[in-house]
T-cell receptor
């Protein structure tokens, strides 16, 4: 099965700085890579996603890059704000409709 | 749409008791997933259903856990008997099967504490 690894597990940045979270996956058949944000006491919510036929996608301050050859993808948050503080999960989905999640990154943005 | 609805939000029970968690997926979604979240293991897939049929239950920890989906709008996860190590947040999520992409929608979770 798929194995998704995520780093770092914790990340602290100053407000206004950038944050980068990286994930690797093992199954070359995985074709969809979403990122979820989980705030305290809530369920994870999708913030951005990318399909395997695209190398990069951007939505305002967040962007995701995908390197299919190396089997890794990354989340980039620019101009971080305190409300970006949360736990972020990467995931990989294969053709079998299963989502495999990374272990999460706890991001703290220091005002 | 109200989103994925889970109940109860919080459950405190004693070891040995039966626990039933409930989930109502988003209308029209025909894939349903149960996840367990702990600090140690993160988000673990327990079981998922397509069109009410269990497809993969390899993540169910042991026979004490069972899940059912009697119809497209309702699923249960049952633990009998419960143990302290079952304490976790249990999430239900639904997805419009057949789409390569498409958001996996999570409920707010059921926080279970087994004393």
């Amino acid at each position: 099965g798929e194995n998704v690894e995520q780093h770092p597990s914790t990340l602290s940045v100053q407000e206004g700085d950038s944050a980068v979270i990286k994930c690797t996956y093992s199954d070359s058949a995985s074709n969809y890579f979403p990122w979820y944000k989980q705030e305290l006491g809530k369920g994870p919510q999708l913030i951005i996603d990318i399909r395997s036929n695209v190398g990069e996608k951007k939505d305002q301050r967040i962007a995701v890059t995908l390197n299919k050859t190396a089997k890794h993808f990354s989340l980039h948050i620019t101009e971080t704000q305190p409300e970006d503080s949360a736990v972020y999960f990467c995931a990989a989905k294969n053709t079998g409709n299963q989502f495999y999640f990374g272990t999460g990154t706890s991001l703290t943005v220091i005002p | 749409d109200a989103g994925v609805i889970q109940s109860p939000r919080h459950e405190v029970t004693e070891m040995g008791q039966e626990v039933t968690l409930r989930c109502k997926p988003i209308s029209g979604h025909n894939s349903l997933f149960w996840y367990r979240q702990t600090m140690m293991r993160g988000l673990e897939l327990l079981i998922y259903f397509n069109n009410n049929v269990p497809i993969d239950d390899s993540g169910m920890p042991e026979d004490r856990f069972s899940a059912k989906m009697p119809n497209a709008s309702f699923s249960t996860l049952k633990i009998q008997p419960s143990e302290p190590r079952d304490s976790a947040v249990y999430f239900c999520a639904s997805h419009p099967r057949g789409e390569v992409a498409g958001e996996l929608f999570f409920g707010e979770g059921s926080r279970l504490t087994v004393l």
